[in-house]
């Protein structure tokens, strides 16, 4: 049964936008929640992380001022809100929640202990 379920990704032009979802119905509880960009060359990268403690948020270089993460914690869902996409963001995003470690905010990518399956991106014309 799936922790966290991915949803929203797509083929999309670029300069597009496009929302991805992650529902996360089966954890009660974490610390710390994000998303991340599995690349070309098989690597795991955040790209947006939200702790759940107090708000602070993380954004990789490359996606600032493009992307915003967001949750809403009565449907326990947490989105990724993607505008001007470029060729470069094409990838696998996957949601992951940081439930075993302890309150502080982390975005490093093996802190992360509950994991998704991903939702294909593609941004080209």
């Known amino acids: 049964q799936a922790l966290l379920v991915e949803s929203g990704g797509g083929l999309v032009q670029p300069g597009g936008s496009l929302r991805l979802s992650c529902v996360a119905s089966?954890?009660?509880?974490?610390?710390?929640i994000g998303w991340f960009h599995r690349t070309p060359e098989k690597v795991r990268e955040a790209v947006a992380c939200?702790?759940?403690?107090?708000?602070?948020?993380y954004y990789a270089d490359a996606v600032k001022g493009r992307f915003t993460i967001s949750r809403d914690a009565v449907k326990n869902t947490v989105y990724l809100q993607m505008n001007s996409l470029k060729p470069e963001d094409t990838g696998i995003y996957y949601c992951?929640?940081?439930?075993?470690?302890?309150?502080?905010?982390?975005?490093?990518?093996?802190?992360?202990?509950?994991w998704g399956q991903g939702t294909q991106v593609t941004v080209s014309s």
């Open positions: 089966e954890i009660p509880d974490y610390h710390n």
């Open positions: 992951a929640a940081d439930v075993e470690g302890g309150p502080a905010f982390t975005s490093l990518v093996h802190e992360y202990d509950r």
């Open positions: 939200l702790s759940a403690v107090d708000g602070t948020t």
